[in-house]
């Protein structure tokens, strides 16, 4: 039988999706802010953030308002309670995308240091985790957010090695600190985006299978 | 669209019993109204008082005014039979009439307001349509109203009221003697029937309440002591009294 409440978890479905839309479009052009150099596209990215955070207090409500509305059990209790964690994640990783801004701000007022290569690497890797989770979340897919949570392996390679990287610049050029240290901040905003996409993915496994496997280390 | 159904001061006694104390509330059309609160607050009266049903009991009295749409139901001009058909009702315990069949149990009102046979048919199924029970019922109509579940039973009751076409449908703990499927479906019909009528449904399960309905009014001891959009209510009520009944605290 269709509930009148399945209607509205359709609807509070389609609000989170175009959250996660919206976070993935400033991943995006935050890091193309940076690569390009266009501090415009890095103050609208900055700007863009209001939505988002609008959004995350409006889901938060609706969520709420549907627990005490509908007293939900089983998958529909898991289905609001991780859509209350999955904003919270996808909040951050907005603010994540503006932190990268307003470094991608001050590297443009000096010379390139060096050709973009990881960065990229790891912004495109970060936001096809957010895809795919929120995509898993949205077709209760387990096995593509089990897939999305060693992806975050890579990421983390790929920070350590532009911190290794960067390290040897410095060492060699004390007048690279500067951009050098905020290219290394950016790794680490990249990396936390692709960490939240992670925690996406976990609850993601919640959802479905009722499996809380957050928290347990990996190999 | 419906009428909405504005109370101004609505008192009401049982003989010396004051058991409404003045109430003012609008009942917003084209939508489900809950009715909540302890047993003996008084929610019954109120909406018996609604049809003008409460005066037919020896010794109660009403005062104070209820307006359907212009009309002032307690007016000089008021008659309590035509009320009764505009506003409509359903009681907790299934009663259709015994010894009619399905199809007679919902042509009675429509016959006694002078419906010609011909159009009967017609009206009948309509009326078992909107009540979500014409599928279940259509080769059976000539069977006796009472052999149906519970369920089916009370969805013949309000094809009964809605076959008059009321305005407004009041619904006393619909729910009360059904089970949790019955009840489910009861549930969704009422989301349907919003769409065209008014409708005010008291039930002491507060979790149908918040399930079912638009707006919510809290009695207490034949006092309203908080109404309000039901969204509102049930995350955060304005009185304690409020609150203190809907968390359980109560008593």
């Known amino acids: 039988m269709l509930r009148h409440f399945d209607e509205e978890l359709g609807?509070?479905?389609?609000?989170?999706?175009?959250?996660?839309?919206?976070?993935?479009?400033?991943?995006?052009?935050?890091?193309?802010?940076?690569?390009?150099?266009?501090?415009?596209?890095?103050?609208?990215?900055?700007?863009?953030?209001?939505?988002?955070?609008?959004?995350?207090?409006?889901?938060?409500?609706?969520?709420?308002?549907?627990?005490?509305?509908?007293?939900?059990?089983?998958?529909?209790?898991?289905?609001?309670?991780?859509?209350?964690?999955?904003?919270?994640?996808?909040?951050?990783?907005?603010?994540?995308?503006?932190?990268?801004?307003?470094?991608?701000?001050?590297?443009?007022?000096?010379?390139?240091?060096?050709?973009?290569?990881?960065?990229?690497?790891m912004a495109q890797l970060a936001q096809k985790m957010l895809r795919d989770s929120l995509d898993a979340f949205v077709g209760r897919d387990v096995q593509l957010a089990r897939d999305v949570i060693p992806a975050d392996n890579k990421v983390d390679a790929l920070k350590d090695q532009v911190f290794r990287e960067l390290l040897?610049?410095?060492?060699?050029?004390?007048?690279?600190?500067?951009?050098?240290?905020?290219?290394?901040?950016?790794?680490?905003?990249?990396?936390?985006?692709?960490?939240?996409?992670?925690?996406?993915?976990?609850?993601?496994?919640?959802?479905?299978?009722?499996?809380?496997?957050?928290?347990?280390?990996?190999? | 669209m419906a009428d909405g159904i504005r109370v101004e001061g609505l008192q009401a006694w049982f003989g010396p019993v004051h058991v409404l104390k003045g109430i003012d509330l609008h009942i917003v059309p084209g939508a489900v109204t809950a009715i909540i609160g302890p047993s003996g607050c008084g929610k019954s009266t109120f909406v018996r008082c609604l049809n003008?049903?409460?005066?037919?009991?020896?010794?109660?009295?009403?005062?104070?005014?209820?307006?359907?749409?212009?009309?002032?139901?307690?007016?000089?001009?008021?008659?309590?039979?035509?009320?009764?058909?505009?506003?409509?009702?359903?009681?907790?315990?299934?009663?259709?009439?015994?010894?009619?069949?399905?199809?007679?149990?919902?042509?009675?009102?429509?016959?006694?307001?002078?419906?010609?046979?011909?159009?009967?048919?017609?009206?009948?199924?309509?009326?078992?349509?909107?009540?979500?029970?014409?599928?279940?019922?259509?080769?059976?109509?000539?069977?006796?109203?009472?052999?149906?579940?519970?369920?089916?039973?009370q969805r013949l009751c309000i094809a009964r009221a809605l076959a008059v076409e009321p305005e407004v449908l009041l619904m006393d703990e619909p729910c009360s003697a059904l089970d949790p499927m019955a009840t489910a479906k009861i549930e969704e019909l009422i989301q349907e029937l919003k769409k065209r009528l008014t409708v005010v449904i008291v039930t002491h399960n507060m979790q149908q309440a918040a399930r079912v309905s638009d707006q919510t009014g809290f009695f207490l001891l034949g006092e309203l002591i908080e109404f309000d959009e039901t969204g509102r209510i049930f995350t955060n009520p304005r009185d304690r009294r409020t609150e203190d009944y809907i968390t359980g605290r109560f008593g």
């Open chain 2, 52 to 153: 003008r049903m409460h005066e037919v009991v020896p010794g109660a009295r009403v005062e104070g005014h209820v307006y359907l749409g212009d009309e002032d139901l307690y007016g000089p001009a008021g008659d309590p039979v035509a009320i009764r058909r505009r506003i409509g009702m359903v009681f907790q315990k299934p009663n259709p009439f015994p010894t009619m069949s399905v199809f007679d149990n919902v042509a009675a009102g429509l016959r006694l307001n002078g419906f010609r046979r011909a159009d009967l048919r017609e009206a009948v199924e309509a009326a078992l349509e909107r009540a979500a029970l014409w599928d279940e019922v259509k080769d059976q109509l000539e069977k006796s109203g009472a052999s149906l579940s519970g369920g089916q039973q």
């Open chain 1, 168 to 219: 040897t610049f410095m060492m060699e050029d004390p007048r690279t600190i500067p951009r050098a240290t905020r290219l290394i901040l950016v790794s680490r905003y990249l990396e936390r985006v692709a960490d939240h996409a992670t925690n996406i993915a976990e609850m993601v496994v919640f959802l479905v299978e009722g499996k809380d496997i957050r928290h347990i280390p990996r190999k």
């Open chain 1, 11 to 121: 609807q509070l479905k389609e609000k989170v999706l175009k959250m996660g839309g919206l976070v993935e479009t400033m991943v995006e052009r935050a890091v193309a802010s940076l690569v390009d150099r266009d501090s415009r596209l890095a103050e609208e990215v900055i700007a863009s953030d209001a939505k988002v955070d609008t959004l995350e207090v409006e889901i938060n409500e609706e969520c709420i308002r549907l627990l005490a509305l509908h007293q939900p059990t089983a998958v529909d209790l898991r289905f609001l309670t991780t859509a209350m964690k999955i904003i919270t994640d996808l909040e951050r990783m907005a603010d994540q995308a503006v932190n990268v801004c307003q470094r991608a701000v001050e590297l443009n007022e000096e010379p390139q240091l060096k050709p973009y290569i990881d960065i990229p690497i």
